[in-house]
């Protein structure tokens, strides 16, 4: 079962990585969905205990795995979620303001849009000392 959960573990690491170095915004969202996965199914197989009960023993004395790891692993699933939502909102907007998610076009937009702006400031007249007068 620990083998299982490695080879698990190692296809959803590798996929996500392989997502995030995609040049599209929404590959490389679903590429971090995939590593935070990856990382909480890791929690939850280092807390495995075989052969124990989850939380309430069957009969008195018998051991039971550890609940700390249950619960940090739900809280990073909702932190998770938050996240994804987040970032799936800011994609969105991105995408409709820039005409596509090509993270490469977006890159070479804020680029432009930068040495636009310079150049605006630097075609503005300098203020003389009458101007800052009479202001």
Do not use: H, W
């Not at 690491?13 to 590959?27: C, H, I, P, T």
């Not at 409709?96 to 993270?103: H, K, N, P, S």
């Not at 937009?109 to 040495?115: G, K, S, V």
């Amino acid at each position: 079962m620990t083998l299982l959960f490695a080879v698990v573990v190692g296809v959803l690491f590798g996929s996500g990585v392989y997502l995030m170095l995609k040049a599209d915004l929404f590959r490389v969202i679903v590429g971090m969905v995939l590593v935070s996965n990856a990382a909480n199914l890791t929690l939850m197989a280092a807390g495995l205990s075989r052969g124990q009960e989850p939380n309430y023993p069957l009969r008195a004395g018998q051991p039971v795995s550890d609940p700390l790891v249950q619960a940090m692993t739900l809280t990073a699933i909702v932190i998770g979620f938050a996240v994804t939502a987040l970032l799936l909102s800011l994609a969105f907007r991105v995408y409709t303001t820039q005409d596509g998610a090509d993270l490469d076009a977006i890159s070479r937009a804020e680029t432009t849009a930068e040495i636009e702006a310079e150049a605006r400031i630097a075609a503005e007249p300098e203020p003389t000392e009458r101007d800052e007068v009479s202001a």
